[in-house]
Structures are given as C-alpha cells and as structure tokens.
C-alpha cells in the first residue's frame, strides 16, 4: 500500500522502534546461549539479529483494531511490549540503547499526542451523538497508548541517563504545526536497513540513494492486504493535513518575505504555488487509493476541510496591523466569514471568464501551461459541479496569499504588462528569416528549416501574449450583459489577471522564458556570436588591456568549463590559436546535443520553458524531478532512474517544496539566466564584424560576400578571412603585416563600446549554486 509521506513515516518509526527493542532483548538471548561466540559485528550473526528483531518485532506487532471488543487486544499489546521495554531496561547497558532510538521514539508520541488532541476538539464541535461518542471512545484508547508509549520512554531514558547523559528532549510546538518540524521530524530514522514488518515495506528506500547504486532488495513473501481500522484512518488524515500545514505554511512565509520584505522574486514564488497546488493534487489520489473504496466517506472527509479551514498558519498576518486598510480587517468569526465568501464569490465570477476566453482563441490550445490549478478546478466545478479536495486546499492557500497581499494583487498584472509588451515589440522586430534570406548555398541551407520553424515558435508566443496578456476578449461580452442588467459601472478589463497574482506571476514567468529562450534559439541559429566573440578573444590576447565586454561574459558564463567554447576563451593562448578553435565550436554545434554542450542554466531553462511556455498543461512527473536533479548535481547520463530515486513515494511534499523552492531560487534569482539579453548580444556581434569588415577595406567586404539587406549569416566568415590574413603573415615572417592586422583588431573591439554594463553581472562559474541534493528518507539514520 502507497501511504501518504509523513504516515508512512511514522508507521515506519513505529515498526522500527519496537524492532530496536525486540534486537536489543534478542541479543541477550544470543548472548546467553552462545558465549563462545561474542562478535556480534560479523555479517552472519547482525543478520541473525536483525532477522530475529523483525520476527519478535512482528509477533508483537502494531495496535491492534481498536474497537469496542477488541480493548482487551490493545491491553495485551500494551502489556507485551511494557514486558520487552522492562526486560531491556533490567538487562541493557546505556550503550546497548541508541539515543537515536528514544529520539524517534519520542516523535512518535509527539504526532499521536498532537492528533489525540486534534480529534478531541472534533469530539466537542461536532453534533452527531453517534460520531462524538464514536471520538470519545477512540480517544480514550489512544490516550491510554500514549501513556503505555510514554511509560517505556521514561524506563529507558532512566537507562540511558546512568551513563551521565540524557538525549535532549525536543519539546513539542503547542500549536502541532511548527516551522522546524520541516527539518527535524524523525531526523534519526534509520531507512537505511531494510527490516520490515507486516505492514510495512521499507525497500522503496533503497531505491532512492542518489550517489550510489543502491542494492537488489530480497525477495520476499507477498503480504496479505491489511484492513485500515478506524483509527488507522483518522490518524492517515491527520498526517495528511499535517503535510498539507507544512507546504501551506512554507507558502505563506515566502510570500510575507516578498510582499513585505521585498525578498524573492514573483516569478519563482507563482511557479512555486503552481508547483504547490500540483502536490496537492498527487497528495489526494494517494490519500484516495489508500483508503479504498470503503472508506471513501464524503460526509466524514468534509468534516475535516471545515475542520482544516479555521487552523491558522505559521506565516501569514492573519490579523491585519493597524496601519492596513480596513476592508481587510477581521473582527470577528463571521465577518470572516463573509469576507471570504464575497472574495470567493469574485474569483468564481472572475475565472468564469477564462473559457470563454480560450474558447474565443479558436485554434489556441484551451489549456495553458500558465494555468494554476486553481482556475482548473473552479472551471471543472463551473461545467461538472464537483468540488475536489484539492479545489479547497488551492483555495485555502490563494485566500491566504490574498491576505497578504490585499488590494496591492495589481502589481504582478503591472509586471506582466511591461514584459508582454516587450516580448511583441522584440519577436516582431527579429525576424530569423532575414538571417538566411535569399541563401541558396548548401553550407547554410540546412539552417533555413530552423529559422521557419523559429518563426512560427515567435509568432505563437506574440498572438498568446496579446491574447492572454494585453487584450481583453470577454469584454465586449461583459459590456452587452451589463447593459441588459442596466448596471451603471462599467466591466474593468482584465480583471482576472489583475486579481490573481499566481495567475498574473505564471503568465509573466511564461513571457520571460519565451522570451529568453527563443532569443537563445535565434542566436545559435548562426554562429555570428561565436565568431564575434573570438574575435574580440583574439583582440583580448594581443592587448589585455582592452575593455571588457560584458554581455560576452554573461553569455560565456552558460557553459561548462570543458566546452568548446571556452576552451577558446583561455588565458594565454594565441591569435591564432583562438581562431583555430572556432572551427571546434563549429563543429561540436553538429555532433553535440544541448543538453552536452551547454550549462546546467541553459538546460533547466528549456525545460521549464516546455513546462510553463508549452501547450500543455503538464505538471512536474518524478521523472522530471529525477532529471532536473541530474542536472543540479551533475550525476552521469549513464544512470537509470531507479538509482536517481525518482520514486515520488519516497518524496515528502514538505521537502518536495524546499527542493522545488532551491531550483527555481537559483536558476531565476541567483544565475539571472533569463536577463541575459541575447537580441543586444547578436546586435553587438553583428555590428563588430561589420565594423571589422569595412576596416580591413572593399577587398574584406568582396571575399566576404555581404552587402547591406544581404542575408546576415554570411558575416561569418569575416573571422575566416582575418585567420587566413594572419596565419599568411606568421607563415611568411612579415612581422608588420602581422602586427597591422592585430593593431586593427584592437581597434575596431575597442571603438565597438562594449564596455558599457547592459545588465547585472551574471555568474562566471557554471551553476555553483548550494542547491540540496534529493530530499529522501536516507537522510534520516541512526548515529
């Protein structure tokens, strides 16, 4: 059975304590009756143990169903393991106890403390006589296991405590839902052995060590399906809920640091609440699949949304300061009330608008990528009339996002405005074709198809942003109605995107990355840019005090060390040798895939420019997840997935998120790839050759072949022509022909005005991020 990530955990360090117990009380037994034999370190004897711990761990097993007739069961569960706990205590020394065991231990009595107290509130709220005695008598078994569970704690902690020292007892948040327990919640769990009860599987875990191949799990016995008690499935709930506080809260925090501290970028953090609402959507299909079809009680899971809509997150102001407007102030519970009834009732009215928008577009995709799935879901409520759970977690989480920040949501609509515009004005002012126009040469035909196809990329992105972004197609429509209604304000325009910021900060995260990539695309169309760069490189090594050419710089800074192109762009190398090392680039450019040839920047950035600029809705797959960690951490192409821990069980949504939150931080913040003004850059190029061309005289421009309105592809062959000058006069000895031809290199880069910063400075070094590596439970081991 799949579980949800934080109840597999605990069911886990549940097995593991009791099979930390049974092993201790087993290795007195060995002990006992083999003296001869102490070393209890060889392979043979630990797997000895560990097979008679899981055995000893398995009879004992865990809480049996706990119902009315079966306390007796419970009692005899408690007292064996009360029995166990005793005699290790009687017959262990503090070393023979790990204080990773008791840490753990206490983790589990920690989350059955916090949903104890959880389901007593339930107990008092609700109004169903048969459910509220149903709470009660539950609660009162699992407060009696807490005590069972606290008792063998302290005896052996008492133990531990002889040797001088006690483990540091983490004290519980009072509220259950704090911020460190992100980090430290079970952080001594052991999945690392592969014991397992009944109940439990623990070999996914050895599928998910990312630095090495991991080993063949045994083969084992099928296990006959387990039956979900009552209690198994209110505390499966509850952890659920738990995950969901956890990435809820992680929103909140990012959005407070934005909004009020300016600190993030808007992009990153709508990307990321996208990302958010997809966990949500796998964290319910396997909350689903785990319950099974008798279980799936409509009535009993909307008692815990209701329940879950007055728990308050750990980030967000929900009680505006003094100096806020006071249309979001909050008085009192029913005010609240309204105020988000109102504020749902305008976001159900307003993504209304989204299909007849896109049925409007005719032949654009219905669905875009830049779509939350929140607008998803509250079109499919419109049409199919069901509400999911994961449309009240998406709305739970844009309510607090709204709250933050109140009527101020216009300013991502402002920031996506100004970038659509430039996206139109820049895709219709470069047109790939005039790169090969009226070419019929065999050399460069082959680039041709490439720049149509460039073309028709550009022209899909302008008629998108225009759609989406700057026109309004349901206003007319709007107007017509208002009349009818003989409503006296006019409809606003746009007033979805100005509204919803997710949607706002997607769309402006898919103008960015349409934008830059498509200009990357329309730069290695040709190779103007790397010849140009070697050139400057060229001038750079026969004068080093020549001024810098940032943009050259940024562009340099996208690939790997070893790559051809900088292997160009090295200290002390020659003229020559710098030109000879453009046919390289040249030639890798035909043999190398993207993917090879370029940084861990370039890569990511196509990547999400498929998941948010494409024309499909798709969200992260584990195989995504897997590959983008490949990227990051640069492990070998050879790899399959399975030994990248793509499994998405073994993924906590917390950690999930932290990990998402690290990989978009350091691609749109920190490496500012998508700044990089790749249009400037071929201009530059562009302009340097040509400037390069006219300086050497009519001659230069004849063997060149270019004339103005000519294609510019044929510029590249400036760099030919100066090598082939050069390497003549090194042939020949003609040391003032040679130095005439760098003295006009030197020249022409100095006159080009390069050294004039366009931009920040992108990094130098190729993804030197501290990105963390694949969060998976191997983290969590025993000391």
Not at 53 to 70: H, K
Not at 470 to 486: F, G, I, N, T, V
Request: hydrophobic content about 40%; charged content about 25%; proline content about 5%.
């Amino acid at each position: 059975m799949e579980q949800p990530s934080t109840w597999r955990r605990y069911k886990q360090a549940e097995a593991q304590f009791t099979a930390c117990v049974s092993g201790q009380h087993q290795e007195e037994n060995v002990f006992d009756q083999d003296q001869k034999a102490p070393q209890l370190k060889s392979r043979r004897q630990k797997k000895k143990k560990m097979a008679a711990a899981t055995a000893a761990a398995a009879d004992i097993g865990s809480p049996p169903a706990q119902t009315i007739e079966d306390d007796d069961k419970l009692k005899v569960y408690a007292e064996k393991l009360e029995q166990l706990a005793q005699r290790v205590a009687d017959n262990a020394t503090p070393r023979d106890i790990p204080d990773a065991a008791l840490n753990v231990h206490r983790d589990v009595i920690s989350l059955r403390k916090r949903s104890h107290n959880f389901f007593t509130g339930m107990a008092e709220i609700t109004t169903d006589p048969k459910m509220k005695d149903e709470l009660k008598r539950s609660n009162a078994r699992h407060a009696y296991l807490i005590r069972v569970l606290e008792g063998i704690l302290a005896k052996l902690a008492a133990v531990v405590a002889t040797a001088g020292g006690r483990p540091v007892e983490k004290t519980p948040s009072s509220s259950g839902i704090h911020i460190p327990d992100f980090i430290n919640m079970f952080e001594h769990l052991d999945s690392s052995t592969g014991e397992s009860d009944n109940k439990t599987d623990l070999f996914w875990v050895e599928q998910f060590d990312f630095f090495s191949t991991p080993e063949t799990p045994p083969e084992t016995a099928p296990e006959t399906p387990h039956e979900l008690t009552d209690d198994d499935i209110r505390m499966m709930v509850y952890l659920f809920f738990e995950d969901f506080n956890h990435v809820r809260n992680h929103l909140q925090e990012r959005w407070c640091y934005y909004w009020f501290d300016k600190v993030g970028s808007l992009n990153v953090l709508a990307a990321l609440t996208s990302h958010a609402m997809d966990t949500f959507y796998q964290m319910e299909n396997t909350l689903i699949s785990d319950l099974g079809p008798k279980q799936r009680d409509c009535a009993k899971m909307l008692r815990f949304v209701r329940q879950l809509s007055q728990m308050k997150g750990g980030g967000a102001p929900y009680f505006p300061i003094p100096d806020r407007p006071v249309n979001y102030r909050r008085n009192d519970m029913n005010e609240d009330h309204k105020q988000m009834f109102c504020m749902l009732m305008t976001l159900v009215n307003q993504a209304s608008l989204l299909s007849g928008i896109t049925a409007h577009l005719g032949a654009q995709p219905a669905i875009i990528s830049a779509v939350p799935a929140l607008l998803l879901g509250i079109e499919a409520f419109l049409t199919k009339f069901e509400i999911t759970i994961l449309l009240v977690f998406c709305l739970q989480v844009w309510f607090d996002i709204r709250y933050i920040v109140e009527h101020e949501a216009v300013h991502p609509f402002d920031q996506l405005q100004t970038n659509a515009k430039r996206l139109v004005e820049v895709f219709m002012s470069y047109d790939p074709n005039i790169l090969f126009k009226g070419t019929t040469s065999g050399v460069v035909a082959q680039y041709k198809g490439n720049c149509v196809s460039l073309m028709a990329r550009q022209m899909v992105h302008v008629f998108q942003a225009k759609d989406f972004c700057l026109a309004d197609h349901s206003l007319e429509y709007r107007k017509r109605r208002a009349h009818q209604m003989k409503l006296k304000a006019s409809p606003e325009p746009l007033v979805l995107l100005k509204n919803e910021p997710v949607f706002a900060g997607l769309l402006d995260l898919r103008v960015r990355l349409s934008l830059s990539y498509c200009s990357f695309l329309y730069v290695n169309t040709t190779a103007i840019v790397d010849s140009a760069v070697h050139v400057y490189q060229a001038a750079l090594a026969a004068d080093p005090g020549l001024p810098a050419w940032y943009l050259m710089r940024q562009h340099a800074a996208t690939f790997p060390e070893d790559a051809p192109f900088r292997l160009g762009l090295q200290e002390g190398l020659r003229p020559l040798e710098i030109f000879g090392h453009f046919d390289n680039v040249k030639a890798a450019r035909t043999v190398e895939s993207e993917k090879s040839m370029y940084g861990a920047e370039v890569v990511l950035r196509r990547f999400f420019y498929k998941r948010y600029a494409g024309a499909i809705h798709k969200g992260l797959t584990k195989f995504d997840r897997a590959h983008i960690a490949r990227l990051v951490h640069k492990v070998p192409t050879s790899w399959k997935y399975k030994d990248m821990g793509g499994d998405k069980s073994s993924w906590r949504p917390e950690a999930n998120l932290l990990w998402m939150d690290s990989v978009l931080t350091g691609l749109i913040e920190k490496s500012r790839i998508l700044e990089l003004d790749y249009f400037l850059l071929h201009d530059q190029a562009v302009a340097l050759l040509k400037d390069l061309m006219e300086a050497f005289g009519p001659d230069m421009r004849e063997r060149v072949g270019y004339q103005e309105g000519q294609p510019l592809a044929r510029l590249e062959s400036v760099l030919t022509c100066v090598r082939v000058d050069l390497a003549a006069a090194t042939e020949n000895g003609d040391k003032d022909r040679e130095a005439e031809i760098l003295e006009l290199l030197v020249r022409v880069c100095r006159e080009s005005g390069f050294d004039k910063p366009t931009g920040p400075e992108l990094r130098l070094c190729p993804w030197g991020l501290e990105v963390p590596a694949l969060p998976h439970d191997r983290v969590w081991e025993f000391s």
